[in-house]
């Protein structure tokens, strides 16, 4: 993840280098920002970054050091397309709706999502009151930074599963 700290004045924009100080010269909010490519193919996180103000596509991946390009030929594909990029912005690192359990279970408002590492797919059951059990309700795409943060094998990560999160509530619109 990158850090920077924006200062804007009225006369000029400064921009300073990775900072250990997440809130950046001015003391205001902080933002968590995730870049995304999101196509027919699946969703891709390509960079988080975090930022004290609201920054454009073009603004995010220059600080982030991403050249499009050798992203897209680093997943072997012949191009991409710009109208694919989007950005999340997040305030801080907010506290998370759901919760996970065991390895493969993830809880939130009367939904469960459960992921099969060999899956490409998340299956998502919804609790039945009459039944007092979650019953089959959809099955959605399993986002790419997901599948890597699954197969790495590393420690617990707030911020990829925060992401996580978002997207879930994004899919099921809630």
Known sequence: MYTYGILETAKERHTTTKSADPGGQSGEKEYT????YKDETGTYLIEEITTNRSITVD????????DM????DAKGWDGYDWNC????????LERMIGRFEGENSYF??????SNEIADSE?????????TEDYEH???????????DYLYSGEAADAAIEKA???????????
């Open 33 to 36: 920002m995730y870049i995304y």
């Open 59 to 66: 603004e995010a991946l220059e600080i982030a050091g991403v």
């Open 69 to 72: 390009d050798q992203w897209a």
């Open 85 to 92: 990029i989007t950005l999340s912005y997040k305030e801080g």
């Open 108 to 113: 939130i408002g009367d939904y469960k999502v």
């Open 122 to 130: 998340l299956w998502v059951y919804k609790f039945d009151e009459d």
């Open 137 to 147: 309700h959809d099955t959605i795409q399993m986002p790419d930074f997901w599948v």
């Open 164 to 174: 996580f999160e978002d997207y879930i509530r994004q899919e099921l619109s809630i």
